[in-house]
């Protein structure tokens, strides 16, 4: 008789690792800002009397307080954020719709997306929900990341139990990023921590890899439901 399947239990999104490298995203995306505001301030005695000089000090607090009004929304968001349920969730069908409320911007940059969304098992085991802010948040970033007339590939795919391992739904997003730089550094350092901790959350993991070359890859594994066709109860 083969050994009982073992279940990767989800984890509270406070998770230590997490919260490590949130920490270390948040003190970039807001102390870089914080710099340039202190740098002009700094300045601004000196130069109170050149009207181009306030004028560019001027928008760079506005420029510069509204990225750190992003990272405090982003926070807050995850910050809500309860113990993931555990039902299973159609996220191929969630991945498409997501891409699709991104069309007119693809559309406008002309952006090239390619889709292999796994229709037969589509499913995972989590909370619809946090999955949609933490996918939809991914992808945001990747496309705004991506260069004009550049190239973004979206793949789901099952994995069928090994051993005493479980049912997992493997998640592939890959694109040209700007040469020497890729996602989860800079200014994309947040947006992908946010995304980890929700993934680490379900039980699941992620894995960046970013070339010289400039293509960037995130590959997500989520746990899913053991039988194949398995009906999801919320998308």
Aim: aromatic fraction near 4%; proline fraction near 6%.
């Amino acid at each position: 008789v083969a050994a009982p399947a073992r279940k990767t239990e989800p984890r509270d999104v406070a998770d230590d690792g997490a919260i490590r490298r949130l920490s270390a995203a948040v003190a970039h995306e807001v102390g870089n800002p914080l710099v340039g505001i202190r740098t002009y301030a700094a300045m601004l005695p000196s130069r109170f009397d050149d009207p181009e000089f306030r004028r560019q000090f001027a928008e760079r607090v506005e420029t510069d307080t509204r990225r750190i009004e992003a990272v405090i929304e982003t926070l807050t968001q995850l910050g809500s954020l309860p113990e993931p349920a555990r039902v299973p969730v159609d996220v191929s069908s969630m991945l498409a719709r997501l891409l699709e409320r991104e069309r007119p911007r693809i559309r406008e940059r002309r952006l090239v997306v390619l889709e292999e969304l796994d229709r037969t098992e589509p499913c995972v085991l989590g909370d619809a929900e946090q999955l949609r802010f933490a996918f939809g948040l991914l992808l945001e970033q990747a496309l705004g990341w991506m260069p004009e007339r550049g190239d973004l590939y979206v793949a789901t795919r099952h994995q069928d139990a090994r051993g005493e391992g479980e049912a997992r739904m493997r998640i592939l997003v890959r694109f040209r990023a700007p040469a020497g730089d890729g996602l989860g550094f800079g200014d994309n350092a947040l947006a992908v921590a946010a995304v980890d901790a929700v993934v680490r959350a379900h039980g699941g993991s992620l894995a960046l890899e970013s070339t010289a070359s400039g293509e960037a890859t995130v590959l997500i594994e989520l746990p899913a439901p053991q039988q194949a066709g398995e009906h999801a109860v919320t998308r």
